[in-house]
């Protein structure tokens, strides 16, 4: 026996692995955003594509920096793909035309006070792509709600490279020209004003609702269809598992069923709802964030209802029109609480934690 | 298999546990081959668990196969036997396979060739013998669990004396990868094994017995059903191919749909469960008046040239084994036991024990261990986890010394089966932290018996110390008065000769 | 503004008697956390830790003048129990433990004058006048009180050897994430 030996920690089983890793998981689920985020990118044009590719660098510009700075190797962990993803997943969700500092702010917050601060990956409370976005949007509400309408990059008006760059760095030049409202927002925007939704909805001036995706919003909403597609995949990749999704879909799609059955000149419907805004991507790409998701079946289903009812009533009864980035980031905050209360059952345990009755088992045949 | 049988073959697959590549084949269809009888044995006192064997031999005594070297100590332990004939080279620490490197006791036996064995008795029919005679013999024949637990036997079969035993689950899931022993048993000796099963059966009076078989070993299946076929009592029982079906409480479960309380063992619930190659030994200890004192290992791994199962004499060098069925290339790990539970060796000179089903040699392209990094909470190990725990908190509790927060999580119902480290995608240690905390938990709790034990008896010294001075005082005081006495006597014997001389005068 | 100040140094003012009473009222002569302390302490009084006696000692960590690690018989777990008691934090990989180390008789130097079982807290060491003596391994608790007292150096505190049955797998590298 010598003491090198024994100071040296043997290596422990199991001795084989799966053939799985972070990196592999962050960039099947990039992979899986490409097809939305390429049509995004056809019916957005030049300064979408440069909106993306600035606030993918800022997030990763902002990883590396903290990682220099914590005396980190950041190779490594730059790499693991957790920042790519964090800035794909802020960049398909802004106004596919904003200037640039909304992408280098929103990207650098994103990885720095969303989740660096926190102590890296893993460690961070809230979605850093969805804290980013709150705060772009509670900072810069103006910037944050001027949409543009799907003008595809074939199309002779659409900007071309050179008019892309320039929409980046100064901002829409004939604002209303080219401005357009989201369905949601269009629709509170008319509620508000009295005119319900059965006339406004009618109206020739209503932002379009095609289902094949062709409708005003961030690349993401754009794109519902591919996102959910996409969303599948991870499903049958296992990568996430049913429960978010389905829980977070239910949650807005049944309250608002009821209410658009009760008056639906009042409250808009389920197809529209599960296809705007973020609610797609909000159900398969942001909710189901691992590390800001309780980590049991029963707890993710309670996130995953609780992610879409808020959803539902801050789209309905609050001020934004749209609530996904809001109800995400609360039910973040209380993935804490649902984890410490809802636990899975332990073999051999009741529930409560008390061991069975050996007689009840017994009996069983 | 269609996209759709495929799919209900998922759907029927437990929600628990993981599916490593299980890299049996070739091995387990290589046949059996029988070891050369190596020179020098080395049979260590402790193959069990409980206490270790205590030898009964000296060195240079001459002793035959068979012969009892070691005999029980205290209520859980079991004897040793010679696996050979020949000379007691040795008494003394030998390196343990233990992953530590540190020693253990053995009696290292020179072989003399002969493997002459000391002359056995059989009783005619198991069946007339009375349950406590059975296991009496099993135990004599220093049977263990050969799954890997290595309990002794007969504590088992006792059991059904205390408590009404209906099943007798028959052990042939051998889920660890690259493992083939068992497999091999059930092809090779499956009417020995059937045989076992109906002596325990016997001896515990259970009413049925069901054998548990992975569905991916179908030649075991076969051979074990034909071999049932006259005992209507003995069920085969295909189970689905899922890491870690051979652990007790999975299996059971599986099975019979009970589920053992976290408190409790099996037989509380009126189960128990045996390893084939118990069944096995226990059918050569009976009609063969054989001790358990050689067994299947399989030896597999990709450094190893012929891999496949060899019939060795407990106490064989590991290094006697793979030299046997050749080295391709330096091991890049030595293990003993699969890969999913199996044990680090310090090098190859350490001896096979009555419960090893393996030593693999892994080639360096089998043991990809990559850094660890940070948990994503992604949850893959609690759904992998067979038991229902958390192992991202537990093993954040540990990282933080907290381990009473683990314990109360559910360490203590940890089986180590390792799927949460096997699934986990940031490669995360958690089997480590949960043995460290297990252990750590343990010695604490040792202390503290300790720490209680040392308080009474300096509780009782304290009492001695006053009852002594009390003693003393006590003794003192009686001198005292006896000395007043005395002068108080001689006073008035002085007074009474005074007056007399006195009167006198 | 006046009646903000005068409210607010009126609420101040009756809060500040509130407690002025409890604290009068509800004080505690002596602290029973003394006594339960002591209860958890080995209570050899080996006086390894500087205090005199296990009583001492308690009284010492009771005030937080000595840490709860001091005292190395009782080592991990007792640290772990005390710190738990008094609300402490601790982080127990700093406590060095050294392991345990158990007293040792010389057979070649001892000349069986008793003085160490006289010192013994646990009446650990056997033997007679003119005999060897022994320590009986299960009881010492390696208090070093009866190193003092050999006068021929014959006693001596040995750690005791990692066997199989105490090995206990290290805690994965502290640079290892979870």
């Known amino acids: 026996m010598n003491n090198a030996l024994l100071a040296a920690a043997p290596p422990t089983a199991p001795h084989a692995l799966a053939s799985n890793s972070v990196s592999r998981i962050m960039l099947t689920v990039v992979a899986t955003l490409v097809p939305a985020t390429l049509y995004g990118f056809w019916l957005y044009g030049w300064p979408a594509i440069d909106l993306w590719l600035v606030t993918l660098l800022a997030a990763l510009f902002g990883e590396a920096a903290c990682l220099k700075l914590a005396g980190r190797q950041a190779l490594p962990e730059l790499f693991d793909g957790s920042a790519l993803l964090t800035g794909w997943l802020l960049a398909v969700s802004l106004p596919p035309w904003a200037p640039w500092w909304i992408g280098v702010m929103g990207g650098l917050f994103a990885t720095v006070l969303g989740k660096q601060v926190f102590g890296g990956l893993g460690f961070n409370l809230f979605n850093p792509a969805m804290v980013a976005r709150v705060f772009l949007l509670i900072s810069f509400p103006v910037h944050m709600t001027v949409w543009v309408a799907p003008l595809p990059i074939t199309a002779v008006t659409a900007p071309g490279f050179h008019d892309g760059l320039l929409i980046l760095l100064n901002g829409i030049p004939r604002l209303d020209a080219v401005s357009s409202a989201t369905l949601l927002g269009f629709a509170k925007t008319e509620l508000s004003r009295g005119i319900d939704l059965m006339h406004s909805l009618a109206a020739v001036t209503a932002p379009g609702s095609s289902l094949a995706g062709a409708r005003t919003g961030s690349l993401g909403e754009s794109a519902s269809f591919l996102i959910a597609a996409g969303g599948l995949v991870l499903l049958f990749l296992r990568v996430i598992t049913w429960h978010i999704p389905v829980a977070m879909v239910a949650g807005i799609a049944l309250p608002a069923a009821i209410a658009h059955a009760v008056d639906p000149a009042r409250y808009l419907d389920v197809t529209t709802h599960l296809l705007s805004g973020g609610a797609m991507l909000g159900a398969f790409f942001i909710a189901t964030d691992y590390v800001t998701s309780p980590n049991t079946k029963v707890g993710q289903l309670v996130f995953g209802t609780g992610c879409g009812l808020l959803t539902y009533v801050i789209r309905t009864w609050g001020g934004y029109p749209e609530g996904v980035a809001f109800a995400v980031l609360l039910m973040n905050a209380l993935t804490p609480v649902i984890d410490r209360y809802i636990r899975p059952r332990i073999l051999g345990r009741n529930w409560r934690g008390a061991p069975l009755d050996p007689d009840v088992e017994r009996a069983k045949s | 298999m269609g996209l759709f049988e495929k799919f209900l073959h998922t759907l029927a697959l437990p929600r628990w546990g993981v599916h490593p590549d299980d890299h049996k084949r070739p091995a387990a269809d290589a046949p059996l081959r029988l070891l050369p009888l190596p020179a020098r044995l080395y049979v260590p006192l402790q193959q069990h668990v409980g206490q270790p064997g205590r030898p009964i031999v000296l060195v240079g005594q001459k002793v035959l196969k068979g012969q009892l070297i070691a005999e029980p100590q205290g209520r859980i332990s079991a004897p040793i036997h010679a696996p050979t004939s020949g000379i007691v080279a040795a008494i003394g620490e030998i390196t343990a396979p233990h992953p530590s490197g540190l020693p253990f006791n053995a009696i290292t036996i020179e072989s003399d060739g002969d493997d002459r064995a000391i002359e056995a008795r059989v009783p005619s029919d198991p069946f007339a013998l009375s349950p406590e005679e059975i296991t009496d013999l099993v135990a004599a024949a220093g049977v263990v669990g050969l799954g890997g637990a290595t309990f002794p036997s007969s504590v088992k079969l006792a059991l059904g004396k205390r408590t009404r035993i209906t099943t007798l689950i028959v052990n042939g899931g051998e889920c660890e990868p690259y493992l083939s022993c068992d497999d091999r048993v059930m092809r090779d000796f499956a009417a020995a094994v059937i045989d076992g099963v109906r002596i325990m059966m016997h001896a515990m009076g259970a009413i049925e017995a069901l054998v548990g078989i992975e569905d991916n070993k179908p030649e075991s299946i076969a051979a074990m059903r034909k071999a049932a076929v006259p005992f209507p009592e003995i069920k085969l029982r295909p189970v689905p191919s899922r890491y870690p079906m051979g652990s007790d409480r999975q299996l059971i479960q599986t099975l019979t749909g009970k589920e053992v309380p976290s408190d409790c063992r099996a037989a509380d619930v009126g189960v128990i469960v045996n390893n084939v190659s118990t069944a096995n030994a226990v059918h050569r200890a009976i009609r063969l008046g054989e001790p358990l004192i050689r067994r299947i290992v399989t030896i597999n791994g990709g450094a190893v040239w012929q891999p496949g199962n060899i019939l060795a004499p407990v106490g064989t060098l590991a290094s006697d084994l793979l030299a046997f069925a050749g080295l391709k290339s330096e091991p890049a790990r030595l293990l003993m036991g699969g890969p999913m539970m199996g044990i680090v060796l310090p090098h190859a000179q350490v001896p096979i024990v009555k419960g090893t089903a393996g030593i693999l040699a892994l080639a360096e392209n089998e043991i990809v261990m990559p850094e660890a990094s940070p948990c994503i909470r992604c949850g893959n190990c609690t759904r992998a986890c067979p038991i229902g725990l958390l192992p991202l908190e537990m093993a954040a509790n540990i990282r933080v010394d907290n381990l009473s927060g683990a314990a109360a999580l559910g360490l203590s119902d940890c089986i180590s089966c390792g799927c949460c480290a096997y699934i986990c995608p940031s490669h995360i240690p958690l089997v480590q932290y949960f043995t460290h905390a297990k252990g750590e938990l343990w010695s604490q709790e040792r202390s503290k018996l300790r720490l209680d034990a040392s308080k009474r008896l300096a509780a009782d010294r304290a009492e001695r110390l006053t009852r002594e001075t009390k003693e003393k005082a006590a003794a003192g005081a009686r001198r005292k008065a006896e000395r007043a006495a005395q002068k108080a006597e001689a006073a008035t014997a002085a007074a009474e000769a005074d007056s007399s001389t006195e009167t006198a005068t | ?178």
């Open chain 3, 1 to 178: 503004m006046i009646a903000a100040i005068v409210s607010l140094t009126l609420l101040g003012a009756v809060l500040g008697l509130g407690l002025g009473i409890a604290a009068r009222k509800f004080a505690v002569e002596t602290d029973p956390l003394i006594g339960d302390i002591e209860a958890m302490m080995p209570g050899s009084n080996c006086g390894q830790c500087g205090q005199p006696g296990c009583a001492g000692a308690a009284r010492a960590i009771a005030a937080r003048t000595v840490p709860v690690t001091c005292c190395p018989p009782g080592g991990k777990a007792l640290a772990a129990v005390l710190a738990a008691k008094l609300g402490i934090t601790l982080d127990l990989t700093s406590v060095v433990d050294e392991g345990p180390k158990l007293a040792q008789v010389a057979e070649e130097t001892c000349i069986g004058c008793c003085r160490c079982l006289k010192v013994c807290p646990t009446d650990a060491i056997v033997g007679a006048a003119k005999q060897i003596h022994n320590v009986i391994r299960e009881a010492c608790t390696g208090c070093g009180n009866c190193v003092e007292r050999c006068p021929t150096e014959a006693v001596s505190l040995k750690p005791v050897p990692v066997t199989l049955q105490h090995w206990v797998w290290p805690k994965p590298g502290l640079m290892a994430p979870a």
